[in-house]
């Protein structure tokens, strides 16, 4: 998973101005987890003069990456362009770092991430910024270990999210977790926060495919979107289509895709702009 941003930086970007919209980046020095977090948000034009509230879209990054690789990429340009050409609405983007939490409470619970989210982080930043605090205005969305913690929350916490996305996201069946091998496999990616070995009791509570089970009557209610590489490197292909198969079983909407590509960063990029019009269309609808 870390190869899915070998080539983040090294991609060729136009340069724009960005006089448009600016970055906030900042620390929080969280009491849960005993250290800082950095995050960093974007915020639409005319942030400053219009004394308006904006709903919020939580973007959390993948394994390897940081709270800045959004913007440090061709995704800030993305982003920039569909406001331009009036294709999205204007909404706050909040990456806040995860290190290789999975934005999870690790087994065993050392490092409490989801708490630190949702009691700490969420609370502070939605205090902080400019920006409407109803379940209809708030939105998450991630990349491969990012796409799994949004899935995650948002299943888990239907109440809090009208809407999620993800690209590639980091999703594993039972069976997968359960087979011969596995450790030596995937394990090594979701090890430490799941357990050495993998806690399977653990991962079960915080599985997609059971979460959207559980919830599947609140969850008719939220916007879900997510896509994958048709090629992907770790075999997410298989799993992204096993959720969108289960999810129509249980008669929960939502939109999938499987298109050409691998894990990699020019996936990602090739896509984000449909992530953000979905999100976009989600706040309207939402209002």
């Not at 900042?26 to 639409?44: D, G």
């Not at 799993?239 to 590509?261: C, D, M, N, V, W």
Request: proline content about 4%; some cysteine.
């Amino acid at each position: 998973m870390l190869r899915f941003w070998r080539y983040f930086f090294l991609l060729v970007c136009i340069p724009v101005a960005h006089a448009q919209s600016r970055i906030d980046c900042n620390v929080l020095r969280s009491r849960i987890l005993k250290e800082p977090v950095h995050y960093c948000v974007l915020l639409p034009s005319g942030y400053d003069a219009r004394h308006m509230r904006y709903p919020v879209l939580y973007f959390l990054h993948g394994l390897g990456n940081s709270e800045q690789t959004l913007f440090k990429s061709g995704g800030w340009n993305i982003i920039e362009d569909l406001r331009q050409q009036h294709k999205i609405t204007d909404f706050l983007i909040v990456a806040p770092e995860g290190r290789a939490s999975f934005f999870i409470n690790s087994a065993g619970g050392k490092t409490r991430y989801s708490d630190f989210f949702l009691t700490e982080f969420m609370p502070y930043i939605e205090g902080k910024y400019s920006m409407r605090r109803e379940r209809a205005a708030r939105g998450i969305s991630g990349i491969s270990m990012g796409g799994y913690g949004a899935l995650r929350f948002a299943f888990a916490h239907p109440e809090l999210f009208s809407s999620v996305s993800a690209e590639s996201p980091a999703l594993l069946t039972e069976n997968a977790v359960q087979s011969p091998g596995f450790e030596n496999q995937l394990g090594r990616l979701f090890g430490g926060v799941f357990g050495d070995p993998i806690n399977r009791a653990h991962w079960k509570q915080n599985d997609p495919f059971t979460l959207a089970r559980l919830n599947r009557a609140r969850l008719k209610s939220m916007a879900i979107y997510f896509n994958c590489g048709q090629d992907d490197d770790y075999g997410f292909a298989a799993t992204s289509t096993a959720l969108h198969r289960q999810l129509q079983e249980e008669g929960i909407k939502h939109e999938f895709h499987l298109y050409p590509g691998n894990h990699s960063a020019v996936y990602f990029l090739a896509h984000l702009g449909e992530m953000m019009e979905f999100q976009s269309r989600a706040f309207e609808s939402a209002k």
